[in-house]
DNA sequence: GATGAATGAGTGTTCATTCAT
DNA sequence: TATGAATGAACACTCATTCAT
């Protein structure tokens, strides 16, 4: 990792856990190990760290949402909402990157408006999507009604955001938080199937 | 209200816009219209202010919640769910004073310990014992299954509170987004009881 | 004289001889003995005291202006030139703070245009029309001829301007240079009214 | 042009429009097109570059009055001011290079003894000689007494002086400000020969 | 109750310069 | 010839706070 890298990497630390006003620039400095002046060879400012950041997280999320469509056909036998554990949970909602990127995402939409239509898409408008385009999956193979898997995607979405609030934007990602989201959100899972009758591979 | 009320209610006002942190007594003051130095006297530091905020927002979050308590056995008649609309939506998550602290809290949980706990009791662990006590009362009327009545519970909880994310601390709390709230939350307590066969006036 | 007066002092000294952007903030304030932050309390940035001091400037030389033209028709016995020493050299281009204050708007002319105008205007505008005006009235006496009086403003003008320049913006402001404009100007004085078969005193 | 050449020539343009110190090393490197660390390929430091400059300027202006001083006899036939004008105004006083270091050295007199030193010579003290040296040549001619020449010599340094810097290191030399030194440095030429009853050519 | 004046510690940022490549 | 990367020193300025009045 070279030191643009290590900039970004440890400044994203800071910013999620204090917030970008008040982390400064010596802490960042001071925890990459390079004397101030050297930042501004690398970023034309404070700001400029903020901006890369949020590029990095689009292209980041952009890519995981490329790789995460092209998957979204799992195998022609059935359906699995493996992948919403694969895709979302673990590397989406647990991904340290992303995680802490949510974290600054969360503290700072109120002090930009541009972070705060970042935020609302990234942890409202796509999710939403990405989970209901799951449950209407599942209405294609005609085990469920389309008004019912639109209700499911829905109620999902509603508990997994609720728990993303709850467990992994609170304190720090632990490994117990970590546990008690996925166990929650898996509790819930088998609750939408059992009123089915399924078991989540239909 | 008195310069020290004044002052309370301006730094509340800019905390819960821009965070603890990135408001100056400077800014407190020039809002308030009086010298930095005449702040003092009123407040031991900057900090004293957010404490004083905090223990402001507990006293008034107790006193709600007794309300509530002695009105949670309405009428002896039947069960209304009117009641979380007016003293938990109305008069807590719309309510000035409170919203702006839940932004303040949800802003400062991570520079501070103490703020922490407050945003994870009063956001989760209280909304999530409030509105299951409210389903727990419907089960005792026997029309619903214990089992039943704790997971609409359950439901209704995540349902509101990724509401409350998405819509009331959020932007500004304008009147579309607390009509956005309103309409969904209606929406998802219908569908609860359409379920039911019920109304909401059970 | 108070902190304000004395950082205002002060500053133009430093301004006068080094140019506005060569001085630091922690000059002036090592220079006056007070902390840097103390200064801002007096004026809002650096800029402020460059403005404070053109403000000053412009009513210093207003109120001499007025002075001036009150003062300009001496005592109805005669005509003399002997104001021009008084109110013109010694009061204003030999004052040490006006002469800081031309220096100041010498130097500073290219970086700010309302400085340049400030400069054209108090070296080069009002100058001439003052001492044109002196040989108007000299041309009312009838000793001299309108023509002639016109050219001969125009070239002490002329030949005060260019010594200003050569003695008095050029180096230390020392008696000797003081002397030497002094002299240049007077033997000038002398050699027009000669051709006059004058004194000066007419 | 190479590079050191195009290194001075931006320079000079910046340093004269503002100031020495108030133009960083990273303005000129942005200006040339290469990067900071180059530039000291060139030069030893930043100071080099003005002292680069001062001595160019030099010898430019030591080889002009060379050339001045071989043509200042003119054509044996008689006597002609207009060489001045070519000589003085417009390869000396119009040039921009030479403009440049003037306003160079005007703005840098007060930070710097042997700028100061430079600008006293080349700004009064040579063109003094000049200007006199033409108008003994003028007595020489017998059409004017010596006194009279070197009276004329006075007066029409004056009057140029305050001329350039009226017009001619005020503002940007644009075409305007050339025509108006011209035309007011032709009318006093003029009448200076007037009063001879002479035309320049004499 | 309120303020004028001051301050030490800190802010983000720019500076000219160096040096290995 | 040129540059990528770094740096120490300085910059203007803001911060929360104090204290005598």
């Known amino acids: 990792m070279n030191t643009k890298e290590r900039i970004l990497d440890v400044s994203l630390s800071l910013f999620s856990t204090s917030g970008y006003e008040a982390v400064s620039i010596r802490d960042i400095c001071g925890a990459v190990g390079i004397k ?3 930042l501004y060879y690398h970023f034309k400012n404070k700001r400029d760290i903020l ?11 952009s890519s995981l949402l490329d790789v995460l469509r092209s998957a979204s056909v799992p195998n022609g036998q059935g359906f699995s909402l493996d992948w919403l554990d694969i895709y979302f949970f673990e590397q989406y909602l647990f991904d340290p990157f992303c995680n802490r990127m949510m974290r600054l995402m969360l503290i700072e939409q109120f002090h930009n408006e541009e972070i705060r239509e970042a935020y609302e898409r990234w942890l409202f408008v796509e999710p939403y999507q990405i989970q209901t385009s799951v449950f209407a999956m599942l ?22 955001t609720m728990l993303t609030f709850k467990y992994l934007l609170n304190g720090d ?11 929650e959100a898996h509790d819930y899972m088998a609750l939408l199937f059992m009123k089915l009758g399924g078991n989540g591979n239909v």
């Open 36 to 38: 101030e002046s050297s």
């Open 51 to 61: 901006d890369s950041l949020m590029r990095k997280y689009e292209d980041h999320v």
């Open 173 to 183: 990602l632990s490994q117990e938080r970590k546990d008690a989201f996925r166990k």
């Open 139 to 160: 209405a294609e193979t005609g085990l469920v009604s389309e008004a019912d898997a639109n209700r499911m995607g829905h109620d999902f979405f509603a508990a997994t």
